[in-house]
């Protein structure tokens, strides 16, 4: 199943043990579906938010054992209860998706991480429940490579997001390095855009590198593809640093060479 737009999500491959699938499908849906209410289209913010408040309210009939109206939303009552899966991070990524709609500037660093516990670290936390891990300390790396993610999502997308109102990159970074909005509307990686940029993707390492043991941690198909996520977030990173943190003229991408190198690594390190 293709990732889609809804990046950070290990969606349910091969790797995957056969049991799992299905659930991670219907949780995939609804966050994809979910995103795209807040995102796509030319909806007024108005029907987006009522579209997700509806959304919110399938996730209260399936939590009181009534069956969803949406046929997406029942065959996610399903996993929920075949799995026994906590609908908390559900309502945590309808939040976030909330929060798409009506903000679109983040002040500093702790504004930016707010979001992504709830909009990348509830997939996280359901996949490991889906494996039945749910110690603190798996929980915690889970978290760390969720943010990661997410933050390696909004580096990759700098000008995509400008294209929709939106500035992913803390304000108070911004100030600090005397970085303009203007500069990223004029796709200009001149003056001190390098450093910050530098400053985000050495954060964003840290963090991803603090989680990485899970890939560990986590045993069989499961542990492996974590490892290929962690190594994709981590060439990514690389291929950002390498280019200045200029994403205007090329977007960093994983091609086919990358994949080759982190299968490697991602068999090897058992």
Known sequence: MSVGHYENFPVGSILLPRRMRRAVHAIYRFARYADDVADEGDNTPQQRLAELDFLGAELARIGAGQPPEMPMMRELAAAVAEHGLDLQPFHDLLSAFRQDVVTTRYRDFGELADYCRRSANPVGRLMLALYSEGDRRSLAMSDGICTALQLIN?????????????????QQDLQRFGVSEAQI???DAGGLWQP????????????????????????????????LIILG????????????????????????????YMSWRALRAK
Do not use: C, T
Not at 154 to 170: A, I, M, T
């Open 154 to 170: 909004f580096l990759q997308d700098v000008e995509l997001d400008w294209r929709k109102g939106r500035v992913y990159l803390p």
């Open 185 to 187: 509307a004029a796709r």
């Open 196 to 227: 910050m940029m530098r400053a985000q993707i050495e954060r964003a390492r840290k963090m991803l590198q603090a989680g990485a043991p899970l890939g560990k941690v986590l045993k069989g198909r499961m542990g492996l593809e974590l490892r």
């Open 233 to 260: 977030g981590e060439r990514i990173l690389k291929k950002l640093h390498d280019s200045g943190g200029d994403v205007f003229r090329r977007r960093p991408v994983l091609n086919w060479r990358d994949w080759i």
